[in-house]
């Protein structure tokens, strides 16, 4: 069987990823991968358990059995974990506060990424997958790699808004602290992958951006 066609979107927080990703998918009819939901779920699960998160043994432990479930539809994404749908929930200020930590575990981090390439193997159709390392670990032969950045101003107000006109420096404080801890993790860190286009969407609207992804599926497919 061939590899399915992957596009691999990785770049920090708030700069656009999810929104770019769906959209592609859904221009392309490509399946979608929202692999920082992944890692949300897990966070958002050890929280309820009462699991110490400053102990990466103990988040290793308690992590193992989880069992999540990802839909892969770029209109409707979804993700569970043992069987409720946490969508909403990992989204939350609580889970943003401990997900970085969560995912520097390297025990978290290879159960996620053997999870993330079976639902690849699957995805026959062809799939946008995005996160920090899609390019660089989960999928490195992606023929289609893009690292996306915009300001952190931008993208603080960006998220700021759509958290309702969240505060704008509060929440650009937990980007920043979010971006140091997956910049400089062991294991896997935040990088710009071998091969990866740099996008900065900084002053496009997310149809330009969308358009410069697709044109670069587009010449990947022709040649
Ligand atoms: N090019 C853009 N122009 C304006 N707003 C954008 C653009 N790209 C993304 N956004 C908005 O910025 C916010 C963060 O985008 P998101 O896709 O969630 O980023 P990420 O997945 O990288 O965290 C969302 O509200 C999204 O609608
Ligand atoms: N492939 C990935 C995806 C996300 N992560 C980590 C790092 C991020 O801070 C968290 C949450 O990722 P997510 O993409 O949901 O975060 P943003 O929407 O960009 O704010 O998970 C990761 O380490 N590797």
Known sequence: ??????????GPSGSGKSSTARGVATRLSLAYLDTGAMY???TWALLQRGTDLGDPAAIARDAVDLRLESGTDPQAPTIAVDGADVSEAVRGDDVNAHVSPVAAVPEVRSMLVDQQRAIIAEATGGIVVEGRDIGSTVAPDAPVKVFLV???QARAARRAAERGGADEAATAASLAARDAIDSTRA???LTRADGAVQI??????LDEVVDAVVQLVEEARTT
């Open 40 to 42: 949300r779920a897990v």
């Open 150 to 152: 915009a300001d952190a």
């Open 187 to 189: 294991t896997s860190p």
């Open 200 to 205: 900065d969407g900084t002053h496009l609207t």
């Open 1 to 10: 069987m061939s590899t399915p066609f992957v596009v691999a979107v990785d």
